[in-house]
């Protein structure tokens, strides 16, 4: 079958990369995804195993709209009976740009009533609606007027790992964390620094990434569950060959520095939580007086505050300028990430780049810098 895994932009080279290492076929980087054909044990194994995705849709209807009747018109044309029972509930999540159709919910509400009113002319009866917890999630993708309707094979977005039950003031996406760290090329065989790590998700993504922890492992509930092809028996076998291959210890250091108590408390939860507690070393340390860079070497990769509110952006110049000084002194041994929304202030680091990447941090444009340890 047809597959297409979402991602954040920018992260598509790095979600095919993870494609290619799980040996998908036909992989096709898309804008804001990749598409890839695989099995039912495809769709099992890439939903463990992908780091970068926010879903993964199956694909069940093309078509061409140019109105809420067309719409309604196409949905009608599939037998909801090979995807839905009575007893299923079920929602739509739908997104629509640069189209005729500009109001998502009434479109979700039309392509609902398409399949509902199938079943009441076939049953009398129709499946119900759960926009909370629905045991089936049918993905409404529109954009140039051509629809594109998926069942999702993720439910709640993939991103949602499940160690991070507190929110920190600014903490990273986990996929997109995730995708800095390849993107910088962490692998696991080298020591790992965050020295302004927050509630830790560079070093929790950091730690599956060395263990070859798939993020899918411990989730309660993925969108195929309620697939009526769903085949249990082989969800549980893939699942079990992927837990495994989980190696059990570090071969390198993972540690993380904040300023704040509550930051250091988060993050002894959140590791601990993600099963890596005892693995991960995290202190109370304020990068303006101390040296996170020891004689070991590795990678150090951080995301520091923005400053997004006026007055803040003067406030953090010397906090990006330490920064530099860190790197500087960290020396050859240490090769230096920085991630940011805040072009003036990462040019306060005043060393040369090596590489830039761009991303978007939901919304906000950001930039991953890896610096030479010279002006
Ligand atoms: C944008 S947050 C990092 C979020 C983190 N990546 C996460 O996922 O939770 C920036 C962090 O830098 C810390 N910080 C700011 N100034 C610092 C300093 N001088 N020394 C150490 N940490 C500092 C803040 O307390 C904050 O937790």
Redesign the pocket.
């Known amino acids: 079958m047809r597959l297409f895994a979402t991602c954040a932009r920018g992260l598509e080279p790095i979600l095919t990369q993870e494609l290619e290492s799980l040996r998908q076929g036909n992989i096709e980087p898309g804008k804001g995804g990749v598409g890839f054909s695989g099995s039912l044990e495809d769709v099992y194994r890439t939903s463990l195993n992908l780091r970068t995705a926010v879903r993964i849709l199956r694909p069940i209807l093309e078509s061409e709209v140019w109105s809420t009747d067309d719409l309604y018109q196409a949905v009608a044309t599939i037998d909801w009976s090979q995807y839905l029972t009575l007893q299923h509930t079920f929602a739509i999540d739908c997104n629509v740009k640069d189209s005729e159709i500009t109001h998502s919910l009434y479109a979700a509400q039309r392509t609902k009533d398409a399949i509902c009113d199938q079943f009441m002319q076939k049953f009398k009866r129709r499946p119900s609606v759960n926009l909370d917890n629905p045991m089936m999630l049918i993905n409404l993708h529109i954009s140039a007027n051509q629809m594109i309707l998926s069942l999702d094979a993720s439910g709640d977005s993939l991103h949602k790992r499940g160690y991070r039950p507190i929110q920190?003031r600014?903490?990273?996406n986990e996929a997109l964390?995730a995708g800095l760290l390849m993107t910088a090329g962490y692998d696991g065989s080298m020591n790992l620094v965050?020295?302004?790590?927050?509630?830790?998700?560079?070093l929790i993504e950091g730690a599956w990434i060395a263990l070859r922890r798939p993020p899918g492992l411990t989730r309660k509930r993925f969108g195929f569950q309620g697939w009526l092809d769903h085949d249990q028996g082989l969800y549980s076998r893939v699942r079990e060959a992927e837990r495994q291959k989980v190696a059990k210890e570090l071969t390198h250091s993972i540690q993380g520095?904040?300023?704040?108590r509550d930051?250091i408390d988060f993050g002894h939860m959140n590791t601990k939580a993600a099963s890596v507690g005892n693995q991960i070393q995290l202190a109370r340390?304020?990068?303006?007086t101390t040296m996170p860079l020891g004689e070991s070497g590795g990678m150090m990769i951080c995301?520091?505050?923005y400053g997004e509110r006026i007055g803040e952006e003067r406030d953090l110049i010397p906090?990006y300028r330490r920064l530099g000084e860190v790197i500087r002194t960290g020396g050859e041994k240490w090769n230096c990430w920085v991630f940011s929304g805040n072009r003036n202030l990462l040019h306060e680091i005043g060393l040369k780049k090596r590489n830039e990447y761009r991303f978007f941090n939901g919304k906000i444009p950001c930039w991953l810098i890896n610096y030479e340890p010279t002006k």
């Open positions: 920190n600014a903490p990273l964390t965050d020295p302004l790590c927050g509630s830790g998700t560079f520095f904040d300023i704040r930051a340390q304020d990068l303006m995301n520091p505050p906090l």
